[in-house]
């Protein structure tokens, strides 16, 4: 069964509004998820570490005050898109890392197409 | 240069044809390999991870060449549910860190 869900699968909004995406770890407590983003034709590029209980680590490029990472507990970290706008259309796909071999586990992605 | 380069495709190949794929990574401080299948529209998969000594999975066989810093990928007796983008991933400091992907179609 599936060990990592996002929520929403996909989602289209308009332009300047918000956009919430949430990751859930279902069968284990992660201290640590990723959040890539993947566009059209592209590889997967990190785009923050969540860290429960303390401040996301973003990548360079990458700006903290418009996706906005929420790790309130260990089974769920939230992805805001603050003030969306048409170039943030993307797939953002979260992970967690787990079990002996540290083996990466992918939610199924949210697929974010802003108007 | 982006730190993992793969082949440029797609590959367009018959039912039953042999495939290989390269990945070259550029971070000598890359710790792990893998090659993961991502379907359209969907998250990726893990496929297998990439030893040194070579590893085959059925149909597939993976290998790391360190020295050179090459990783590549066999698939013989393709199938038609092969189709897929293929990607070639590194673990360096604890991130994945994903080629760009290489789009396999096996054709009837």
């Known amino acids: 069964g599936a060990v990592v869900s996002q929520h929403p699968s996909w989602v289209i909004c308009k332009s300047g509004t918000s956009v919430k995406i949430e990751c859930r770890s279902l069968?284990?407590?992660?201290?640590?998820m990723f959040w890539y983003r993947q566009f059209p034709k592209q590889s997967l590029m990190l785009m923050a570490t969540?860290?429960?209980?303390?401040?996301?680590?973003?990548e360079q490029g990458v700006e903290k005050d418009k996706f906005l990472i929420n790790h309130a507990s260990l089974t769920l970290s939230t992805l805001t898109v603050t003030s969306a706008h048409p170039e943030d259309s993307s797939f953002y796909i979260c992970?967690?890392?787990?079990?002996?071999?540290?083996?990466?586990?992918f939610g199924p992605g949210t697929r974010l197409t802003v108007l | 240069r982006k730190e993992v380069e793969q082949d440029p495709g797609p590959f367009n190949v018959p039912e039953g044809a042999t495939v290989a794929f390269n990945c070259t990574y550029s971070?000598?401080?890359?710790?792990?390999f893998f090659w993961y299948r991502q379907d359209c529209r969907k998250e990726p998969k893990l496929l297998m991870s990439?030893?040194?000594s070579g590893n085959e999975d059925g149909r597939f066989t993976a290998q790391l060449n360190r020295a050179s810093q090459y990783i590549s990928l066999l698939i013989r007796d393709s199938k038609l549910s092969d189709s897929a983008t293929y990607l070639c991933?590194?673990?360096?400091?604890?991130?994945?860190?994903f080629g760009q992907g290489t789009e396999l179609s096996v054709k009837p």
């Open positions: 992970t967690i890392a787990g079990g002996p071999a540290d083996t990466q586990y």
């Open positions: 069968d284990f407590q992660a201290t640590t």
């Open positions: 969540s860290n429960e209980g303390s401040k996301a680590t973003y």
């Open positions: 971070n000598s401080a890359s710790q792990s």
């Open positions: 990439v030893y040194s």
């Open positions: 991933v590194v673990i360096r400091g604890g991130k994945l860190i």
